[in-house]
């Protein structure tokens, strides 16, 4: 079991390097990132879900969305769950420090200690800082449901705490968001101009919106939502806008940043270290080093098709899901030739069983119970 685990360990590690590598060298990243710099997406794995004992803190890189580092924290080192993520942080941008690897951009799930932490941060030797960003999806998921409150009410609150003019502008609306983020171009003013023209927009006022918008480009186009009319729906949209942590942080959102790939990966690592099962120190690195290892080679791998299933819990859902390619394990046929390669060489196994010789009797014939047939019957044995 150990001599398994350092084989895994000393394989993880060899992986992480190669996609370090990899993304350092790709050429998505010679236009506008300088040398030896790389943009990170990090987020944090608990063990358990409830005070966790462990947790792994997962770098993956923007352009090949392989594991970079990765940053096991246990309550040895820190006893609050909830700071694991800050104490691995700490430590992976000491390690990428020695590697002499700048972070360009790092992405997370809006965890403020983090915010604080790269805010805080001293430039590196060329001036160069690494740019914040926040997940939009975090950022986005709850605008609908948040959005009732000003859309939907009692009768005697109507026009004052929520207007009927916006009860279809939910869903819609957070499309807007992701709009913008899209096309602001990296600037914080553009994204709150146009956060801000969103109310204009539902006005069937068009003078700014983005050009390459519908509204802009189709001379046939006719709104379909209701129209604010009144100003008390238009204020209430403003100050709804206005509220949201795009608009109040956009620097964090200007490169619209995702962790849908570190989400994902700590969704595949169930496979190998369930949440139920408290696993002890050798067998959880073990695991957790395979799921590093299979995520490496199959991340991102070809589709053979896609399908679209509609339904009417999301009827907006009109992407599809792709169907992806068997995967095809090569590192662990490489394992287990280094294993064995590694026993072999120790030189102290003991000797492999022998073939027991198969009894005869004086006929020649095999004695009962060492042949393969179905039964031990014989001629012999047949009544008179």
């Excluded at 802009?216 to 206005?242: C, G, H, I, S």
Aim: glycine letters at 4%; proline letters at 4%.
């Amino acid at each position: 079991m150990i001599l398994y685990a350092e084989i895994v360990q000393s394989m993880k590690e060899a992986s992480m390097d190669r996609a370090m590598n990899e993304e350092i060298g790709d050429p998505a990243n010679e236009e506008d990132v300088p040398d030896e710099s790389v943009g990170i997406v990090t987020d944090a794995r608990h063990a358990q879900r409830r005070n966790s004992h462990r947790s792994d803190i997962m770098a993956l890189g923007q352009i090949n969305h392989r594991v970079l580092a990765h940053m096991p924290v246990t309550k040895k080192e820190q006893t609050c769950t909830q700071k694991h993520e800050k104490v691995g942080t700490e430590r992976l941008y000491r390690q990428l420090d020695e590697m002499g690897v700048k972070v360009s951009d790092h992405a997370h799930d809006r965890n403020q200690s983090i915010n604080k932490f790269i805010r805080e941060r001293p430039p590196y030797a060329d001036g160069t800082r690494t740019t914040n960003s926040n997940d939009t999806w975090h950022a986005t998921k709850a605008i609908a449901r948040k959005f009732k409150r000003v859309s939907s009410g009692p009768v005697r609150s109507r026009g004052v705490s929520w207007h009927p003019q916006l009860a279809d502008k939910g869903a819609p609306l957070k499309t807007h968001f992701y709009w913008c983020m899209a096309r602001c171009g990296g600037d914080e003013q553009v994204l709150r101009d146009m956060l801000l023209n969103i109310v204009q927009h539902y006005q069937n006022r068009h003078d700014n919106c983005h050009p390459e918008s519908r509204c802009r480009a189709d001379p046939n186009y006719r709104p379909t939502k209701l129209l604010l009319t009144e100003q008390r729906a238009v204020e209430l949209l403003t100050n709804f806008v206005r509220s949201q942590d795009i608009y109040k942080s956009a620097k964090d959102y200007v490169l619209c940043k995702d962790t849908l790939y570190v989400e994902s990966f700590n969704n595949s690592c169930l496979q190998y270290v369930d949440k139920r099962i408290v696993f002890g120190d050798l067998n959880y690195g073990l695991r957790m080093g395979l799921a590093v290892l299979d995520w490496n080679e199959h991340v991102d791998r070809e589709a053979t098709s896609r399908y679209v299933r509609y339904s009417v819990a999301n009827i907006r859902q009109v992407q599809g899901k792709r169907i992806l390619t068997a995967k095809k394990y090569t590192f662990v046929r490489e394992l287990l030739l280094t294993f064995l390669a590694r026993v072999k060489a120790a030189g102290n196994l003991p000797p492999l069983p022998q073939r027991q010789p198969q009894p005869q009797r004086e006929d020649g014939a095999l004695a009962s119970g060492s042949d393969n047939s179905d039964t031990d019957f014989s001629a012999e044995d047949e009544p008179e």
